[in-house]
């Protein structure tokens, strides 16, 4: 009699782990001198939602910050600058914040810090994602 057939097992189709969510990008922060405002575009280039953004505004060489951002949920003035907090950004989506500077000589800068946050707020602890610093020039 002739054996039995061997028996064939084929293995399971592998399964692809799920994307992890998006970091959300700095788009170009751009200083708009005729209109005294620092534009921050935040982006989210991925298929999920971002969690809540945070943007601190730094301002260094005698810039200073003329009043409270717009485009914030939540705005606070700091020492040297401004904070603000940003709802979660939709896949695909951008959000813009202004914030309002005035340029009172030469040599004068902002840097821009990105972070992500569990809970609204207005300032970055830690894991910062993105610095960026961009001359402000009259």
């Known amino acids: 009699a002739p054996p039995p057939p061997e028996p064939t097992t ?3 189709p592998p399964t692809a782990a799920p994307p992890p969510p998006a970091e959300p990008e700095v788009g170009p922060v751009v200083w708009l001198p005729g209109q005294d405002q620092l534009q921050i575009t935040l982006a989210n280039p991925g298929g999920q939602p971002t969690d809540y953004l945070v943007v601190v505004v730094t301002l260094a060489g005698g810039a ?3 009043g ?3 485009g914030c949920q939540l705005a606070v003035p700091l020492v040297l600058g401004v904070g603000c ?3 979660p950004v939709a896949p695909g989506q951008a959000t813009v914040v202004h914030v309002p500077v005035t340029v009172t000589g030469a040599g004068q800068s902002a840097r821009v ?3 992500e946050v569990a ?3 207005a300032d970055c602890s830690a894991d910062i994602l993105a610095t960026t610093t961009v001359p402000l020039t009259e």
Request: hydrophobic share 40%; proline share 11%.
């Open 68 to 70: 409270l951002p717009t």
């Open 64 to 66: 200073v910050s003329t």
């Open 85 to 87: 907090g940003v709802s």
């Open 10 to 12: 084929t293995a399971p």
């Open 119 to 121: 809970l609204l707020r």
């Open 113 to 115: 810090q990105l972070c």
